[in-house]
Structures are given as C-alpha cells and as structure tokens.
C-alpha cells in the first residue's frame, strides 16, 4: 500500500488498535503502528501527538459538538430537548464503517489501568463543559451538571448498543431511545421496583469507563 494514499488518519487507527489488541498498548511503538498502516512516523505524528492519542483524540472534537449543539438549541429548548440535539450531533462519528472498531478500543483500555483513568478524566471533562453549556443558557447549577451526568450515561449505554454487531439502527435512534429510558427511570426513583418501567433493553452502565468513542476530523 502507498505511503501517499489517502485516510491516513483512519489507516493509523485501524493499525494501531489491531497492534494494541495483538501485543499490548504498552508493547507497541509508533513506527511498528506507521508500518502496519504503510506510512512513515512523521505521517503518524502529523495526525496524533502520541499513541494515546489514537485512543482518546477525538473526545475535543466531541465536546465540541455536544456544547455547540446545546448553545445553538431554540430558546424554546428544554434541558432535554439540549441532550437530545447534543446526542443527534455526535451521530456523525458513528457510521456504520466504524462500529468494529469499538469492542477494540473497549478491549485495550480495559487492559490498561492508566488508560481507564484517562478515560473518566475525558468523561468528567465532557459532563463538565455539558454543564456549562446548559448553565450559560439559564439552567441552574445543580439541574444543569445533573443533566450533563444523564447525557453523558444516555451517550455511554447509547455507544454500546450502537457497537453490538448486528445491530441495523443508527446512533440517533438508539441513543434517543437511552435518553428516554433514563428520564423514566429517573421518574420512579422514589417507586417500588414493581413500579419501575420497564427498559426496552439493560443499560450498560459498566462499559462507560471503557465505552470508547473516538471522531473523524
């Protein structure tokens, strides 16, 4: 394959999840990632400041769309209606030509105790600039970082749904359909578990720390 060849950014990454799964995070250089790919290093460092990078660099680009898509809500907006337009924005990232690559990002990070605390740094920062969003378009402090939790787990169970392997419906729908489940679960809190709705499937909360999601520029 061609050193000038186009996609580079995506080559680099399919390359350097594959060599994380074989060997091991730790394991794998940058030069063994830009030869799997068929590039050169200075091509891999022209698209990730380091390997970590491949794992967590699209996370900025996805707070960006989640805050951007809830300052731009109508002013007749609820908080909800801010969540949903957050999670229609990240739909994007989450095409059907990438769903393999989820269960690899989960498995290497799972495998890597600092990567998992990278990973809930990133996911603390994403609640938290949710939160500011909402904050700056009125909402109280305490409503608004409650919110930005609700968004932020409706978006982790919302990606493992999306990721599982048969799945045929696409990343709005399902996380839409998340962010439902939650709002009624948090609506009986104070039920009996008879009284509980029931989910239109089990939200797996366990896979946020290592959910993974990472977004084309």
């Known amino acids: 394959m061609g050193r000038w060849e186009p996609n580079a950014r ?108 990278r990973e809930l740094l990133k996911r603390a920062r994403l609640a938290g600039a949710m939160a500011d969003a909402l904050i700056a378009r009125g909402t109280d402090e305490v409503s608004a970082r409650l919110a930005a939790e609700v968004g932020v787990l409706a978006f982790g169970a919302a990606h493992a749904r999306w990721a599982v392997p048969d799945n045929e419906r696409s990343f709005t729908e399902i996380a839409h359909a998340a962010l439902r489940d939650l709002q009624a679960r948090a609506s009986t809190l104070g039920a009996g578990a008879a009284e509980s709705p029931a989910a239109e499937s089990p939200l797996d909360v366990r896979a946020l720390p290592g959910s993974g999601f990472t977004m084309d520029p």
């Open 10 to 117: 995506e080559r680099l990454e399919r390359a350097a999840l594959a060599l994380f799964v074989e060997r091991g995070y730790d394991a794998t250089t940058v030069a063994e990632i830009a030869d799997r790919a068929g590039l050169t290093k200075s091509t891999f460092f022209r698209h990730f400041a380091d390997k970590r990078e491949v794992l967590f660099g699209g996370q900025d680009r996805l707070t960006e769309r989640f805050t951007r898509a809830i300052a731009t809500a109508p002013a007749t907006a609820t908080t909800v209606d801010c969540l949903g337009a957050a999670l229609a924005a990240a739909a994007v990232a989450f095409t059907a030509e990438r769903r393999d690559l989820a269960p690899q990002r989960r498995a290497v990070i799972a495998a890597h105790s600092e990567l998992q605390e």
